[in-house]
């Protein structure tokens, strides 16, 4: 699973990923460095939009509900996986405890990269579509934000507390058998990754094609400023997409390769590559804060910033 926890049935078995021949004190200043610029990037981020209420514009409500997931990430994947582990897996919170942390944990990670897929979508039809009646902001936020918890559930039947020989409980798979764990796996990797790569490729080779098409269009003044608005819109969203394929590539294709049985992995960089897999929710604040630092919001009526990818509104569709 994703943070390289282990799928073990048997708390003994622990030392094969989480143990002796795995870096625990680096796994942990790792784990705890990642939640703190995660928190301070998210709160940084919610602080420029308290500051910059007044503008508002599409992307800008999809970058808080990106940044939403981000921060959910941030407690329940990053800290509680750090706590977790400092206390040597031992779980403390029972049975139904243990269940539910597997349900948030999956539900925060499954929401971030469905953003990221939501952001794509928004772009595609924006720039392949300009003419054409938008769907609403929601339409596409709130069924990712549902994805997500509905494929969640299964983690209610798939983790339990399992007791080793001296009674210390953990929170585990009761998955056994090598076949079972490969399919769990495979789908984790499949829903939250390489689905939303495959889709994401898809629209932003079309979004490239389709700005190569148009790369010698001269527009006049105004709508010369609305395509610069948006290029720098695109600019930014790619920026946060690649740091998602680059952050989660690594990860899930090692992942994947582990199960095939053809060679030997290390320990370390497996559990370090958990890590840096979810690491992108602590980058995409600073993506957009980079983007947007030189931003001035207006009250006024509308105005086009060459040097942001903000349109102070309000107006809908613009962007």
């Known amino acids: 699973m994703v943070l390289g926890s282990n799928l073990s049935g048997n708390v003994s078995e622990i030392p094969v990923w989480f143990g002796i021949n795995y870096n625990r004190q680096l796994r942990l200043i790792i784990l705890a460095v990642l939640f703190i610029v995660s928190l301070g990037g998210n709160v940084g981020f919610f602080v420029w939009m308290w500051f910059n209420r007044r503008t508002r514009n599409r992307i800008n409500t999809f970058m808080v509900h990106l940044c939403c997931a981000d921060l959910l ?6 800290l509680s996986q750090f706590i977790v582990e400092l206390l040597e897996l031992t779980w403390l919170m029972g049975d139904v405890g243990c269940r539910l942390f597997k349900i948030l944990q999956c539900f925060t990670l499954f929401a971030s ?9 928004d772009r595609y039809h924006s720039v392949l579509y300009p003419f054409k009646q938008r769907l609403g902001v929601y339409v596409i936020i709130i069924p990712a934000w549902l994805i997500a918890f509905f494929l969640s559930i299964p983690q209610a039947f798939l983790w339990k507390v399992i007791p080793d020989k001296q009674g210390t409980v953990g929170c585990h798979t009761s998955l056994e058998k090598n076949w079972q764990k490969q399919t769990y796996l495979t789908w984790v990797a499949l829903v939250m990754f390489f689905i939303p790569f495959i889709l994401i490729t898809s629209f932003y080779l079309r979004i490239t094609f389709r700005l190569w098409q148009r790369r010698n269009t001269v527009l006049p003044g105004k709508n010369q400023r609305r395509r610069n608005a948006k290029m720098k819109t695109l600019k930014m969203t790619f920026v946060i997409i690649t740091f998602f394929v680059v952050c989660g590539l690594p990860y899930f294709a090692l992942d994947m390769y582990r199960f095939t049985g053809r060679g030997n992995v290390d320990r370390n960089a497996y559990a370090v590559l958990g890590i840096f897999s979810v690491s992108h929710c602590a980058v995409n604040p600073f993506i957009f804060l980079a983007f947007n630092a030189r931003s001035n919001s207006s009250p006024a009526s509308i105005r086009y910033h060459d040097n942001s990818v903000l349109v102070s509104t309000p107006s809908r569709g613009l962007i």
């Open 73 to 78: 990430v941030a407690f329940f994947a990053l």
């Open 113 to 121: 990269s469905n953003m990221v897929v939501a952001i794509a979508i």
